[in-house]
């Protein structure tokens, strides 16, 4: 398997009426249930994450730890 990082910025409208997003997107981009609470969206942005800058060094050790 190749994989490459990337950074995703996505600006959605979403259904809030039980939980905030903050409260639903980490279990619902496991879930599956991501397409399902957003509304619309209304751009992307995708941007490939350089491992090697050190800014991103939080996702090497990341990866590491587990």
Known sequence: ?????????????????????KDWLPSALQEGDFKYKLVKIYSTEITPVDRSDSSNKYINDMDTSG
């Open 1 to 21: 398997m190749k994989t490459q990082d990337f950074t995703i910025t996505i600006t959605a409208k979403a259904d809030v009426t039980d939980k905030a997003v």
